[in-house]
């Protein structure tokens, strides 16, 4: 059986060293788009005015830009292609706009506002129109400046989709170095890549990040004292505690939509099977009793089922279990290997490695309708994870011989590749949405 991702936690490991939050990785992920949807509207984000000879701490206009380029649903025009470079809604001429094709305007300033504070200033604008869609105002300090112009991303984005974005979230993931395989980091970075935090270090590899639903804590596997554990640990402190260190495998933690639990498959009692932890009272409860192996469960969004990957028709599928008990029912079908399902937020889509004649792709299942797309053309690709609005899939591929992370849109249309510029990436979960 080729996948990584089906066997790798049943290895015994060694050795593991705790990192610092505030330890800064050496590397951020860089964004490749390799496709974008033809549909993609035009918009203008003009340069936000600044009132210093000296550069701003950060480019707002870039990274609203570079936001909405990698949703695949917005292109924006070139620097260039801006026929001015309007700061104030009166210095706008919508006709020139207009002759340009350009459909909404962005423009703003950056404001001192004392030491190390800042305020942001943004307004939208319908080309055609001439209307104010938003106008919204931010203080920020330097370091919240990313943050802020994120959330400005945000606010266009759902105003202009109706969709909520997902631009001021974060992605955790699995690193090794380049030079020593033996040197492996747990990461946080924000969802463009930047602001890569090392959360945790290792001598042996770590593996299967898991987002608790309000985004400040990650569960985890890692391997001390010789065997593997299930660890919590909140992602701004560094404090952790082991929640499952039971005779054999520890593997797979998936947190409850209410996060007062953790499902996990553990091989205590023989099988690898899904089991249940309270993660107040430690309280274990088993969901599955079969020959085959059971792993890699995940909760659907109204906490009522969980679907697993299970070899117990004889190949990897993918499965589904009621909380309140009942025999599993088989979810997929197509093809001779399903596995590593994750939920749409609505609880309508599946995302699944779909492997079929010797290739593994993300695949994409509508449980409404029954119906199943793949949507990656890599040869390995694995972990997937959708991102909280719904619109993205992450996940782990191959480009040349380097382990690297990759997104597709859940239609297909939009694609990207995510570099690490030394060492290799793996295994990645999208944060939920903040408040």
């Known amino acids: 059986m080729p996948r ?10 060694l050795g593991l060293f705790l990192g610092l939050l505030s330890h800064t990785a050496n590397a951020v992920l860089t964004i490749e788009i390799s496709e974008y949807t033809a549909s993609a509207r035009p918009i203008a984000v003009v ?25 695949g649903m917005f292109k924006p025009l070139a620097d260039a292609d801006l026929v001015s470079r309007p700061t104030e809604s009166a210095q706008i001429n919508f006709r020139d706009w207009r002759l340009i094709g350009a459909d909404h305007i962005v423009i703003g300033k950056l404001q001192p506002d004392g030491p190390g504070k800042y305020i942001v200033q943004f307004q939208l604008f319908d080309v055609f129109s001439g209307e104010q869609l938003l106008g919204f105002s931010f203080p920020a300090k330097t370091d919240e400046l990313r943050g802020v112009a994120h959330h400005i991303s945000d606010l266009i984005f759902e105003e202009l989709t109706g969709l ?18 033996n040197e492996h980091k747990l990461v946080v970075a924000d969802a463009d890549g930047y602001n890569p935090k090392v959360v945790l270090q290792s001598d042996q590899p770590l593996m299967s990040p898991s987002w608790s639903p309000d985004g400040n804590r990650l569960a985890y ?14 992602v701004v402190s560094g404090q952790r505690r082991k929640v499952a260190s039971h ?3 520890n593997g797979a933690p998936s947190w409850s939509p ?16 899904i089991y249940v932890l309270d993660v107040q009272t430690g309280a274990l409860t088993r969901l599955t009793n079969n020959a085959g192996i059971d792993t890699e469960a995940v909760w659907a969004p109204d906490g009522q089922s969980l679907v697993f990957t299970s070899d117990r028709s004889g190949r990897p599928q993918i499965y589904r279990v ?22 749409s937020p609505d609880g309508k889509k599946l995302a699944m490695v779909n492997g079929d004649g010797g290739k593994y792709r993300i695949a994409v299942k509508n449980l409404e309708n029954d119906l199943t797309r793949v949507l990656t053309d890599g040869t390995l690709d694995e972990s997937p994870s959708f ?7 992450i996940y782990a591929s191959k480009y040349g011989q380097r382990d690297v992370l990759a997104a597709v849109s859940v239609d297909g249309s939009v694609r990207q590749r995510l570099v690490l510029q030394e060492g290799d990436v793996r295994e990645p979960a999208w944060s939920p949405l903040g408040p």
Request: glycine share 10%; proline share 9%; charged share 20%.
């Open 164 to 181: 909520r974005g997902a631009f001021n979230t974060r992605i955790a993931y699995i690193t090794s170095g380049k030079n020593n395989r």
């Open 322 to 343: 009621a909380m309140n008990g009942g025999p599993a029912q088989r979810v997929t079908f197509e093809g001779d290997y399903n596995a590593r399902a994750s939920f």
């Open 47 to 71: 340069p936000f005015g600044w009132p210093q000879p000296d550069k701003p701490p950060q480019d707002i206009a870039w990274i609203i830009s570079s936001d909405l380029t990698r949703s």
């Open 387 to 393: 991102a909280p609005n719904g619109a993205m899939i």
């Open 4 to 13: 990584r991702a089906w066997f790798t936690f049943f290895t015994p490991i």
């Open 247 to 249: 005779k054999g495998i």
């Open 221 to 234: 596997v890692s391997f001390e004292g010789g065997r593997p554990s299930i660890w919590i640990q909140e």
């Open 258 to 273: 209410d996060a007062r639990r953790l499902a996990m498959t553990l091989s205590k009692d023989g099988d690898p099977e």
